[in-house]
């Protein structure tokens, strides 16, 4: 293809896509998902100077699984040598998302105060130890497709936003 027709499919495709602004645009919601580390703290900040977003909350199993599919799509994951079924996409790290546990033991969406109705927790999870504030991930496991996790607020990772 010539420099010029290449050019305007590249635009094409731009005005087509929902990623070229930096945001994905899935369901009724456009999600960020970050390339840096941070504590689950530092990551809802980072959320917030994003486009003022929050640390992504998948309230429902829909929402969680059209976000799944579009990340598959885009092959923000890994299935080499994980040993678990063919198709089932795994991400490559953990990332926050904007779930929190308070010391009652119940697990709240921090964007909109809910408790969880759907969670997609991964075997022995959610298992916090004697941590009394957890804070939730997706991803990063050998074995399950982006199951959640509790984790430690302190430690660092990558997250996605939302809006």
Known sequence: MSKPINFVFALLLCAL?????????????KYYVSS????????????????????????????YLQFNETMNNWGISNTEGSGVD???????ESYWLGGLRLKNGLWYWTSSKKRFDYSTWSSNEP?????????LLMGKSTTEARNWQAANCCT????????
């Open 17 to 29: 896509s929902v990623r070229c602004s930096g945001l994905t645009r899935i369901g009724g919601s």
């Open 36 to 63: 840096d580390e941070h504590t689950y703290v530092e990551a809802d900040l980072a959320c917030q100077m994003e486009d003022n977003m929050k640390l992504a909350a998948f309230e429902t199993e829909e929402e």
């Open 86 to 92: 063919k198709g089932t996409i795994l991400f490559v």
């Open 127 to 135: 298992n916090c130890g004697s941590i009394v504030v957890c804070c």
């Open 156 to 163: 660092e990772h990558l997250y996605i936003c939302e809006v």
